[in-house]
């Protein structure tokens, strides 16, 4: 494609575009296909011969977008938000155009820069202090990884330079609540900890991490010979928001010399807004932090930040200096490459940059700021709403609810939570999905697409109040 | 931003992409600021309000393209060629717009089936067998990651299970050549093997690990009560594109019991043109196996495949199943983010379908044949040049060389090597790198940009004679 062709069909491109997010509250939220669809309809063999890409728009609308779920629907109550608003997608065409990789500073040092700066900015929105240095990668759950490592690193004083995990005389151990999210779990198992030592710490009745508890897990493994290595905290849970007690745990951290992470994946955005920072309350005891501006706050996927307070052993953790990637500049400038796990990285700075600068800090708080009053609305009603019960306290902007009537207890009363959730979900009015707390299944309704205002989260209680009438109870 | 507002600025940005690519020929390859010098241009604070995006692409002129090392540009011969081809480019777009995220099959079908789909077309389209399954990942790096930690679970019959690397009686080791990429010793470090486990394996006069030397590792190791684990075969090595003995690697791993993970991030793409096939003979007696469609083949940037030929292996180690992310459809679709480290994935295969279909197989396969043709081109004015000494093999695309003179020798030879580099890179001319073979610098060019053409090479090459002339000896 030549770059007069690529102008236009960029243009068309642009348009579909702009013309799918206008009508994407018109389709059916959630996708209504079967497994094996979109497949099926598309050739299993590579063309031989290249073709104008004019029919692209057209395969994207009978092909691809009846298997799309629309994460930009009004209506897209389920997992996150994930914002991919219009302003950043701007910042991520160009990164996309520019075609650049930042090996090292030098192969495009503008990447480098503006990713530090940037990582900068949202340091100063969420009002944390200037000990703190961070930069993009995909995921939490790479970051999260990252961090587990980096821990193991500090406890055994770099064993990786000499015999790796296998060379420890005892085992080191992972504490994070019940609730914490899966990437967690994962993490320390990929770190080579072993499930035997990652301990499930209980919660309390607002579902965060119970201290006590820690501290007895921690003096236990240290009483057993093990060594206590690393704690996360999360801060706004998957399941509820709930948030882990950050100051307790990072004194507890100190005083058994272990890593703290905090995963603040989802309820870091809300950071931006003064009020909510008595949420991670004793943040600055922290090693190390992810918070995801590709969920709530609006850049798009992937574009996750993680903060340490010590980048020399993140770099000493994650280093490599092979010949070919050296350069005349190295003692000056800072390689990423050398702050997480892939040698190559796309400019996604771009994207935050268009993003803050195009909303403002302003426009970014009073977005946040609606979807929390719009939760704490749908909460209210639910409170109000007899059979409704709200099972978790709601910090942020997450309500997770079951429809309880009297006599329905047990695995009756989960298969009515999935029945009218999945009624909902059919019918493409709305999109929610179903979590496990304290024992039984329950509804969340996670609030903060872009699109949605007061009027969605209305006609979404309405949709409910129906669903659990026809879901065949 | 809405959709509107994004018509109109989006159309901007499209033509800037357009512009950019048109005159990217017209500057100089390697930018030319200071560490710094970017960052110190914006504001170190973000804005309060927002601001209309029309000055974004001002911004970007000003600002950022002074910044920019082109990596699109037709002098690009710096580390392997990134080509983000421009019909790459507008499936990249259409994910982004979309802003879909696929945490599962369900979060949106298409994302899962057209990955899938698209995986297996570069399957048949490098000659793979149907034994062969893949995923987009973002970097080699990870891959190789992933590989070695899949590695030490088959070896460990599942450790992370149990006690993960800490409980096992006798440590693994990993073995790589001398010349594999610095990110499979980052691997193995940060998968827990310890530096004292990671065997690099000599190389012979072309490159190529030795298989006796590997054999002798392997004996070695066994005898003394360690447990070899994963090998790795370089298929295209970084500084010289040399190429391991997979059958021959291939046949030992079998014998040891060992994992065998071929890196062929570079040298995968060649596969599509049969007459390279040679050059990874053995490949069915892999495990694991990573190509990157963003490097030679033109997708965007990130978009790493990683085959295995045991998915249900690689699930295993890498599934969680939170009761959030749990859907209706599990049973009888696959969730990639078992596949992989992240969770969270952006729609990827939508730039490698559109970059397939707009070129086809035979464009791809013959715009390969071009760098190719003109690589060997390039080696055989430096063999017929008096005082050019080309210093390895040149099966591919990257032609190393020294300008080495009657005398100058060992470290005043190293000195004139980085000197005449450096004299082109500063020249902006052309943009080159250099690597380390046999114990001394040597520079490589690597062909293999989209818009590189025989007179581009030739001109090169010109530069090159004129700058061992300028350089200062």
Redesign the interface.
């Known amino acids: 494609?030549?770059?007069?062709?690529?102008?236009r069909?960029?243009?068309l491109?642009?348009?579909?575009?702009?013309?799918?997010?206008?009508r994407a509250a018109t389709l059916p939220v959630?996708?209504t296909?079967?497994?094996?669809?979109?497949?099926r309809r598309?050739p299993?063999?590579?063309?031989?011969?290249?073709?104008?890409?004019d029919t692209?728009l057209r395969d994207?609308d009978e092909?691809?977008?009846?298997?799309?779920?629309?994460?930009?629907h009004p209506q897209f109550f389920?997992?996150f938000p994930?914002?991919?608003?219009?302003?950043s997608?701007?910042g991520?065409?160009?990164s996309?155009?520019?075609?650049?990789?930042g090996?090292n500073?030098?192969?495009?040092?503008?990447?480098t820069?503006?990713e530090?700066?940037m990582a900068?900015?949202?340091r100063?929105?969420t009002g944390l202090s200037e000990a703190w240095s961070g930069a993009i990668h995909?995921?939490?759950?790479?970051a999260t990884?990252v961090a587990l490592?980096c821990a193991?690193e500090r406890t055994t004083r770099f064993?990786?330079?000499?015999?790796?995990?296998?060379?420890?005389p005892r085992?080191?151990v992972v504490y994070a609540s019940s609730e914490s999210?899966?990437?967690v779990?994962?993490a320390a198992?990929?770190?080579?900890?072993?499930?035997?030592?990652v301990r499930a710490i209980p919660v309390d009745d607002a579902f965060a991490l119970d201290p006590r508890a820690l501290r007895q897990a921690l003096a236990d493994d240290r009483r057993e010979g093990r060594v206590p290595c690393a704690v996360v905290a999360t801060v706004g849970t998957?399941?509820s928001t709930a948030l882990d007690p950050v100051g307790a745990m990072a004194d507890l951290a100190s005083e058994f010399g272990c890593w703290l992470h905090v995963d603040a994946a989802m309820a870091g955005a809300a950071m931006i807004l003064p009020e909510c920072r008595t949420m991670w309350a004793g943040i600055e005891g922290a090693d190390s932090l992810v918070l995801n501006p590709?969920k709530w706050l609006g850049a798009?996927?992937?574009c996750s930040l993680y903060y340490v307070r010590d980048v020399e052993h993140l770099v000493r953790v994650?280093s490599?200096?092979?010949?070919?990637?050296?350069?005349?500049?190295d003692a000056?400038?800072v390689n990423l490459r050398d702050w997480g796990?892939?040698?190559?990285r796309?400019f996604r700075a771009?994207k935050l940059w268009?993003l803050?600068?195009?909303?403002?800090?302003?426009?970014l708080q009073a977005r946040l700021r609606r979807d929390l009053e719009n939760a704490r609305w749908l909460a209210a009603q639910i409170d109000a709403a007899p059979e409704w019960e709200r099972v978790a306290p709601v910090p942020l902007q997450t309500v997770c609810v079951r429809h309880h009537p009297a006599g329905l207890e047990g695995e009756a009363l989960d298969r009515h939570t999935l029945a009218w959730l999945?009624h909902i979900n059919r019918s493409g009015d709305a999109f929610l999905?179903?979590?496990?707390l304290g024992g039984r299944?329950a509804v969340?309704v996670s609030i903060g697409s872009e699109t949605t205002e007061r009027a969605h989260v209305a006609m979404l209680w309405e949709r409910m109040q129906a669903a659990v009438r026809n879901a065949g109870i």
Chains 1, 2 share one sequence.
């Not at 092909?63 to 930009?72: E, R």
């Not at 803050?356 to 426009?363: D, N, Q």
């Open positions: 494609v030549t770059p007069e062709e690529f102008r069909v960029g243009h491109v642009v348009d579909w575009i702009a013309d799918y997010r206008t959630r996708s296909i079967a497994p094996g669809d979109v497949r598309l299993t063999t590579p063309p031989e011969r290249g073709e104008p890409l692209l994207m092909m691809i977008l009846p298997g799309i779920t629309h994460w930009q389920s997992y994930a914002n991919a608003t219009l302003s997608a701007l991520d065409f160009l996309t155009g520019l075609g650049v990789i090996l500073w030098q192969a495009s040092p503008a990447l820069e503006l530090l700066l900068d900015w949202i100063q929105m995909d995921t939490a759950s790479t990884l490592i193991r064993s990786l330079q000499r015999g790796g995990l296998q060379g420890e085992p080191l999210h899966s990437s779990q994962k198992l990929l770190a080579g900890f072993g499930r035997a030592h998957t399941s590709h798009v996927m992937d994650m490599t200096n092979p010949s070919y990637l050296r350069t005349p500049t000056q400038a796990i892939p040698l190559g796309r771009l268009t803050i600068r195009s909303e403002g800090v302003s426009g999945e999905n179903a979590t496990v299944w969340r």
